[in-house]
């Protein structure tokens, strides 16, 4: 009997068995589509936009059209789950076609993908063949059913899931009977328990209380808040909500009002509500934020805890979403900047790892790895100093409200002049303020962030993780707002190339801001060296034609080493913020033999020790950095205590991250390096290996003595986790488990869009 006939008939009888009983979606199938699916189809970057966290973005279907298309002329409809449009009709008009309904005869498109995946197994942990795209730019064609007989010849090995073990033999028969069933959604939208209710009541009266004052404050709530996964209670019950503009006030059903951006005018009467997050959580978009009786408190105690005055409410047009200083300047600065502060975590990821899911038009402007410290509000002058605030305000406004392509460098050169202008009114003023230790903000732990940055993607993590890195920003409020702003609340997925490309360009002179600040800590005769060796090659023509001079005579009143003022800041940092780091470094900053973390098992303190023997070591010394994608995860099993899953990222060198195009060409691959550090430190694994402790020593041997990439590819032979292994799903799936264990408010399923062909 032939496999496919056995196979037959196993189908036919667990077919059988579930028609006994009508499959559940919510119970039978979704499971299966977190477990198998959902790496790859979630968010703006799921492919063909087939978004399969709920039954919502099944119905929806998928579209042929992208929504990453970095050269378009026209921006385009925005096509956002759960906002844009409700209802599979609604969607079928903005051409999504289904993936459940059969259709001349033939099985639903869905039945059909997974049928050409298990038509066609990989061989196990074998490399697939190179004529095989599997990158994240490829030309996904979405085919119509009547399109698929001729997609399928085409792409032998197109099927789902995709370039990854497929489908459990109960997984495929599960997902074929219940399309056979009809395919029925009853999944129930998600309910928040009695007390989430009662907070999410004291929330929107406070939103939606009368006055002005009331509304302006709302208002700038908001647009900060508008993308965040909101939590009650520590997030304990794994529920989470989203701050959204409702023609309907509280006690009835949220209709929300969809606006491009959330600073534009909702055309209507409107309340501000508070309603779940539906689907499965996902890594990539899960940013969090506290709301509870602290918190409520605290917006009352900021925010109108002094008098203020407003005559009348700002509108929305152009000028008031391109200059939020001007449109929020009734609000005290001081209540604006602490509020960020408190959660400036929370703040960073939304601009660094942000909702977009491919980011690489905003990460190509910043290092690979770089430490985020923020100015105290004390000794911040647009603050403190009214005179200066005033002058500064009109000085801060940011391109991409019009995206007209025939005006795009005009656009242009009046920003650019504007943040210069500023930047010199700034220097002058801080000429009579040297900086201090204490002009740096120490008051929680989201004082010290650390940022790194895999090509299109980028994490921020609580404390200062790594080496030293050789770029550091230090951020007052206005270029804390004006990053936010321009990469959240202002930027447009769906814009055009106008819009996209004047983002990217002005981000690149925030990051140019926020380091001319930090070298501001640093001795004056220092300053442009140290500013020089970061704008390397092509950056010395960027700092003549685009950026200011920087202070080369205002002192700093940190005493540091001559010779070394940046590592000697450092680690002065370090020593006098060890209270508030959060994330403690003996692996890539061992000072001592003792190269782990305080606290651990004596078998976990042998593998960090050999660990530790991969960080601060250049790619020209340790010639395995040249073959390691930028994020892999190693998985490290233990007798009789839970396993521990490693980051190891690889941290990519340039002479400058000046430009828009060309980083291959500022690219210097000999300067590599590796952080290691315990946990997951990326939404989007490059691949996996999975070893035991005593083997991690020699894992660490193997790597420092691999001079060619065949030495590499025994490695991964013997220890990786390749697309095709037979357990891929079971190490890749153990990643999210491990987060819910060490990290439940921030776990999710993570990415595998970006998983490697080693």
Known sequence: MSYRAMFAGLLLVIGGL????????????????????????????????????????????????????????????????????????????????SVLAPGDGQAALLSRMLELGRSQPLPANEKLPETLDIGIRRDNQCPLPAEFADYAKRNPHGGMPFAVTGLADGEYATLQTWIEQGAAIDQ????????????????????????????????????HLFIAHLHFDGGSSGRFFQLVRSRTPSGQAVDPIATRTPNQDPGTRFFYRIRPVEGVIVHKTHITYPLDQRKLERVQELFFGEHWTLDALPGYGTYHRANPFETFQAIPAQARYQFMLDNAEYFVRTFIRGPVCRGQI?????????????????????????????????????????????????????YQNKRNQYEQLRLQAYTQMPARWEHIWAGNDNALLSIFRQHD???????????????????????????????????????????????????????????????????????????????DKSGQLKLWLAYTKIDTATPSALKLERNTPKKSFAWQLLERHAAINASPDPINRCRTSHCYREGQSTARQAS???????????????????????????????DGEPREIYSLLRNRAHTNVAFMYGEAHRYQPRLDTLTVYPGVLSSYPNFIFSLTAREVPGFVVAMEQARDKAAFERIVERWGIRRTHPDFWAHFNDLSRYLHETDPLEAGVLDMNRYENL
């Not at 477990?35 to 063909?48: G, Q, R, V």
């Not at 050269?71 to 385009?76: I, K, N, V, Y």
């Open 18 to 97: 579930a028609h006994a009983e009508k499959l559940s979606y919510e119970r039978d199938i979704q499971p299966i589509f977190t477990a198998k699916c959902l790496a790859c189809h979630a968010c703006y970057d799921a492919p063909c936009q087939l978004n399969l966290g709920s039954g919502e973005g099944l119905l929806r279907g998928a579209s042929k059209l992208p929504v990453y298309h970095g050269t378009r002329s026209e921006a385009q409809q925005t096509t956002r789950l759960y906002l844009d449009a409700h209802g599979e009709a609604a969607w079928r008009r903005r051409d999504f076609h």
């Open 188 to 223: 129930q939208p998600a309910q928040p328990t009695t007390r989430e209710a009662a907070q999410i009541t004291q929330w929107e009266a406070m939103l939606n209380a009368p006055g002005n004052r009331q509304a302006l404050v709302s208002r700038w709530l908001y647009e």
């Open 362 to 414: 905003a990460t190509d402007v910043i290092r690979d790895n770089f430490w985020v410290l923020f100015q105290d509000p004390q000794h911040d002058l647009y603050l403190t100093d009214s005179v200066y605030q005033r002058q500064a305000t009109p000085l801060l406004a940011m391109p991409g409200q019009i995206d007209d392509l025939r005006g795009l460098m005009d656009f242009w050169r009046i």
């Open 457 to 535: 993607s980028a994490s921020v993590h609580k404390g200062l993780i790594g080496e030293i890195p050789q770029t550091l920003w230090w951020m007052d409020f206005p270029l804390l707002e004006r990053t936010y702003y321009q990469l959240v609340v202002n930027f447009d997925v769906f814009g055009n190339v106008s819009h996209q490309g004047q983002s990217r360009l002005y981000f690149d002179l925030i990051r140019n801001g926020a380091e001319l600040n930090f070298l501001r800590l640093l001795p004056a005769g220092s300053r442009q060296a140290i500013l020089d060796n970061w704008y």
């Open 608 to 638: 960090e020790q050999a660990l530790s023997r991969l960080t601060n070591r250049i790619a020209a010394s340790l010639r395995v950095v040249n073959w390691m994608p930028e994020a892999t995860l190693l998985r490290v099993e233990h």
